[in-house]
């Protein structure tokens, strides 16, 4: 799609998100979300070996309802990050922020960036964002997807769509973000991506379990 396409599909989108929000004024029926501090500590052969607290800076813009972040590590295989941020609402001034806006924002620039397919135990095959980013001599690489009712988005103007959607249809606007990165050690950013694939595909049940 041209950019001049992608602007205009970003207008409707911004459009009719606005219009189907205004018509939304009544108290949505989100059910109450299993607090993000019960997400597994082990996961597969990963151990958690640090939680962390968001700045308080951060949380002003970011304005979560719930959020866990932590790092994971297995003996021979490398430490991950995890960060899943839930957001109850989203029509009161709280809303996902995209990491490619974010990580800039952190001093991290891209290097590459592409909608790949995670495979699911399950069978299925879902869309994710995938990141290599760099911040001066460090190099990450991120997986990133947003979860709402059932369904893994990778796409931002889907997940606008989906939110207007379910609104109409369900009376919610909940979703997740949830990213996951790992450094690129000695170069070796083959391996760091096989990590962060390899525990997405562990960590997806878990997602849905909590965020339903």
């Not at 790092?71 to 996902?96: D, H, K, M, N, W």
């Not at 990491?99 to 397919?117: D, F, H, R, V």
């Not at 709402?148 to 909940?174: K, P, W």
């Not at 790992?182 to 990590?195: L, P």
Request: proline share 5%; hydrophobic share 40%.
């Amino acid at each position: 799609m041209k950019t001049s396409g992608r602007y205009w599909l970003m207008i409707v989108v911004l459009g009719v998100a606005a219009c189907g929000m205004a018509l939304l004024s009544h108290g949505e029926s989100t059910p109450p979300a299993l607090p993000l501090t019960q997400f597994p500590k082990q996961i597969a052969g990963y151990s958690t070996v640090g939680e962390y607290q968001l700045d308080k800076n951060v949380l002003e813009i970011l304005k979560p309802s719930d959020y866990v972040t932590r790092s994971y590590f297995e003996p021979g295989v490398g430490e991950i990050g995890l960060y899943i941020a839930y957001f109850a609402t989203q029509r009161t001034g709280s809303a996902i922020h995209s990491p490619k806006n974010c990580l800039p924002g952190a001093g991290w620039q891209p290097e590459q960036s592409s909608i790949a397919t995670l495979q699911l135990d399950d069978g299925r095959k879902v869309p994710v964002n995938f990141y290599v980013i760099r911040k001066g001599l460090d190099q990450q690489v991120v997986l990133y997807w947003y979860q709402s009712h059932g369904r893994v988005i990778a796409s931002e103007y889907a997940g606008r769509f989906y939110m207007v959607y379910d609104a109409l249809r369900l009376n919610r606007t909940d979703a997740a973000l949830i990213r996951i990165t790992s450094n690129v050690v000695s170069g070796d950013e083959a391996a760091a991506k096989e990590r962060v694939f390899l525990f997405a595909k562990q960590v997806a049940p878990d997602v849905e379990k909590i965020i339903r």
